[in-house]
């Protein structure tokens, strides 16, 4: 079994930061990508960020300068510090992962539940 658990969503104002952490736990043999999504009401969920095993990373425009994807690969986890933070930035924050698990010949993605990331003065 395969878990990944959000941390550090909250409310913050205008110009502010925010950092989110997702560690994955069970029986992983090996994790290629991991990445980041947002849902904010009545829209789809969008990419945020993606990062390679290998550190190699991706952006939507929309945060572009603002937000940095980095994973501790010894750890599981991928992180997702924002800054500049804007009222548009508010939605449901997910990680996601593509994850093979041990004794496992196949791969699958793995998403988290979510955290909310609300930006309101």
């Known amino acids: 079994q395969v878990q990944l658990v959000e941390s550090g969503g909250g409310l913050v104002q205008p110009g502010g930061s925010l950092r989110l952490s997702c560690a994955a736990s069970?029986?992983?043999?090996?994790?290629?990508?991991m990445g980041w999504y947002r849902q904010a009401p009545g829209k789809q969920r969008d990419l945020v960020a993606t990062?390679?095993?290998?550190?190699?990373?991706r952006y939507a425009d929309s945060v572009k300068g603002r937000f940095t994807i980095s994973r501790d690969n010894a750890k599981n986890t991928v992180y997702l510090q924002m800054n500049s933070l804007k009222p548009e930035d508010t939605a449901v924050y997910y990680c996601?992962?593509?994850?093979?698990?041990?004794?496992?010949?196949?791969?699958?993605?793995?998403w988290g539940q979510g955290t909310q990331v609300t930006v309101s003065s």
């Open positions: 996601n992962a593509e994850i093979r698990r041990i004794l496992s010949y196949t791969k699958r993605v793995y």
């Open positions: 069970g029986s992983i043999s090996s994790i290629n990508d």
């Open positions: 990062i390679a095993s290998g550190g190699s990373s």
